[in-house]
């Protein structure tokens, strides 16, 4: 059983008595502190859900995904989170804001939780995760032995885990080369399509032979402002993106990417959940899972000169 629910659709107690009904019910709920627009504009996010519900299928588990519309909604889903009847324990996608109240709120309640992102002020939390700035530094390596020099980036949000240590495996990569950072070539996005777009907009004057997207989805968008543009991707411009996305095989060139396991991300945080669940003081799991360089076309050749 799968459902979405927003701030303004609460269950009703009949609703909660019929969902446990059965006391060995368990209700899996997933929140990502986003807003939904934001959340199905990221092809990632559609894809570690589909992982979550996937396990939670075979185990015969309800999945909630709490969705919030504005900010302002937030606080009030947080609060309605921990009543009981709602759900059993909570999957969080750490792609939080450091202010963002959820976590320490969760904490202090000592409510069930486990978040996919590592959480290096919780320790106590149970995650699972990816080595991103390793798989950011794979990526601008390749570039680099590509024999590119102006490589670009558009970083993920730098107020999110994910978004910080990608670009630091990008800034790695060049201090390694002995290649100096040009900050016009840094550009920040949100991991949405509009963002990469923008963003590859925004750097096109600078002229890049090369860009580290921080994210596939960025990268639909960005191959769409070089195609405006009059350039190809790779003759005029290489690419390389970050999470392998499915759709990322099928562009025109298809995407060279890091490929990390989204689907099953979504999967451990099931079993990481469960165990929080099912054992008391239960020692905190924390699991980081490799990424890999998937070369495809977009990543060919340098900038004609």
């Known amino acids: 059983m799968f459902e979405i629910q927003s701030p303004n659709q609460v269950l009703s107690q009949t609703d909660q008595a ?13 929140i990502i502190p986003r807003t939904g627009s934001l959340i199905f504009d990221d092809h990632y996010h559609l894809e570690l859900i589909q992982g979550i519900a996937e396990e939670c299928n075979k ?3 309800t999945v909630i995904l709490f969705l919030f519309h504005s900010s302002e909604n937030k606080e009030d889903l ?12 909570l999957i969080v996608s750490s792609s939080t804001q450091p202010d963002d109240p959820l ?15 590592k959480q290096p002020n919780l320790p106590q939390i149970s995650y699972v995760d990816v080595d991103n700035e390793q798989g950011a530094y794979i990526a601008v390596n390749h570039l680099i032995k590509q024999g590119h ?24 990569a060049l201090k390694e080369h002995n290649l100096i950072l040009d900050n016009d ?18 750097l096109l004057p600078h002229q890049p032979d090369a860009v580290f997207i921080a994210s596939d989805t960025m990268a639909l968008g960005a191959l769409q402002a070089i195609n ?78």
């Not at 019929?18 to 997933?30: K, Q, R, S, W």
């Open 18 to 30: 019929n969902i446990h009904a059965d006391e060995n019910t368990v209700v899996v709920g997933i």
């Open 149 to 172: 020099q102006r490589i670009a980036t558009i970083t993920g949000p730098q107020n999110m885990a994910a978004g910080i240590s990608r670009y630091q495996g990008y800034l790695n």
């Open 228 to 305: 405006k543009a009059g350039l190809s991707v790779p003759h005029d411009i290489a690419i390389v993106g970050f999470d392998d996305i499915k759709t990322a095989a099928i562009t025109s060139p298809p995407i060279t990417t890091i490929r990390q396991p989204i689907s099953e991300t979504g999967k451990i945080a099931v079993s990481l959940l469960l165990d929080t669940l099912e054992k008391e003081n239960s020692l905190p799991q924390h699991k980081i899972l490799d990424t890999e360089l998937i070369i495809r076309q977009s990543c060919g050749s340098r900038l004609k000169k």
């Open 103 to 117: 976590m320490p709120f969760l904490s202090k309640n000592e409510f069930k939780f486990v978040t996919i992102g």
């Open 185 to 202: 070539l840094v550009i920040e996005g949100q991991f949405t399509q509009n963002s990469g777009y923008d963003g590859m907009e925004t």
């Open 59 to 61: 185990k015969e588990y």
């Open 78 to 89: 947080y609060t309605r989170l921990i009543q009981p009847g709602f759900c059993n324990g």
